[in-house]
């Protein structure tokens, strides 16, 4: 297959690594350990290039740096098609929903991550909202192949467009960081919180700050289990604010326990095992998710996990999390005070998270990945 040349469009991934730009950083890390007898292009921002080596058979090429992902898409709808072209790649792996409305001559291979733009409109801004779904759109109709997070995802793809063949849609899970792992510097860990304002025993959420992540529900819910149930924890919220997260401010407000609720701001990736590490709980209610990476991180360090029972997440995390119904407040929490007023009950779902995190691996993700791409270069109809 050493004729073949194939590109991978990483230009969305930057330092603040989170969500998607997570996944192909991690993606990436583990493609370069598996042997490959075709050569791979990958397309990154220039400040990324100190993260990556090239290897024989993959090349990172650096594009500069993009100050808004506004100007970033233009530059992919706009630069990137003649650089597809002129390079001659046979297929380009696009790691989200966008790809050039321009004709590009090779294949395209798509990770849809979710269809939450379609499920739930009201939890974006309208241009966001009509971007995204007007590529995802104008992509399923091209694609030679799509890669989804989660058997839910594929069922909602496949639901909304009966007209892809099932057989070119492929179910790829996400994996756990196994260089993360459970720090014995306990001084270092309280110096890090410290920096943050925590002190003491805590709650932990990490995610956006955002509607679909149904923070402000945390919050009520929050208020529910110091109110009724007499926990101690503080809340801790540990991401940046996206839009829409006035409302979750305002929760905080009128919960009269701003004292007891912490805002981090985003956090670095050196930064989040230690939060991990003390956190009593993890919670993650969130509506709706193409996979929820965060409760499989959290369940892998042993923290007792609770998280919605839609979506993709009760397939994710199995027997290993508590799971509840996100709309309802006092049923998480319930679910909150039962576990942190139970130690056995937190030390058994504990166990059983580790277990259930120990069968993802970015490993795992990479090799099929690998595998699906010689699939469609071998194949002989190039669109």
Known sequence: MEKYKMAINALIMDEKKAGI???????????????????????????????????????????????????????????????YNNEGYALVHFVDYLSPALPIR?????????????????????????IKQFFTDWGVKRASGIICVSQNTKDDLLDRYPFIKEKDVYVINLGVNRNIKFTKDDKKKK???????????????????????????????????VRQGGIPQKLVLCGKEGWKAEGIFKAIEDSGLEDRIIITGYVSDDELPYFYNAADMFVYPSIYEGFGLPPLEAMSFGVPTITSNTSSLPEVVGDGAITVNPYDEGEIALAITDVLKDPH??????????????????????????????KILMEDNYS
């Not at 090349?59 to 003649?82: A, C, N, W």
């Not at 090779?106 to 909202?129: I, V, Y």
């Not at 925590?198 to 149904?214: A, M, Q, S």
């Open 21 to 83: 730009g997570s996944y192909v950083f991690e993606l990436l890390n583990e493609i370069k350990n598996i042997p490959i007898d075709f050569s791979i292009d990958v397309h990154i921002q220039q400040h990324m290039k100190q993260y990556f080596d090239d290897t024989p058979n993959i090349t990172f090429v650096s594009h500069g740096d993009f100050s808004s992902s506004k100007r970033r898409i233009l530059y992919e709808q706009l630069r990137m098609p003649h650089v």
């Open 106 to 130: 090779a294949k395209r291979l798509f990770t849809l991550h979710d269809l939450s733009f379609f499920k739930l409109p009201e939890c974006f801004t309208a241009g966001s909202r009509h």
């Open 191 to 225: 110096n890090i919180l410290h920096k943050f304002g925590i002190d003491d025993r805590f709650i932990l959420y990490v995610g956006t700050l955002e509607p679909r992540k149904n923070v402000e529900r945390i919050v009520k819910a929050y208020g529910i289990a």
């Open 345 to 374: 009950k937190a030390s058994m779902l504990a166990e059983k998270g580790k277990s259930r995190a120990a069968g993802f691996s970015w490993y795992t993700t990479a090799n099929e990945t690998v595998e699906i791409y010689k």
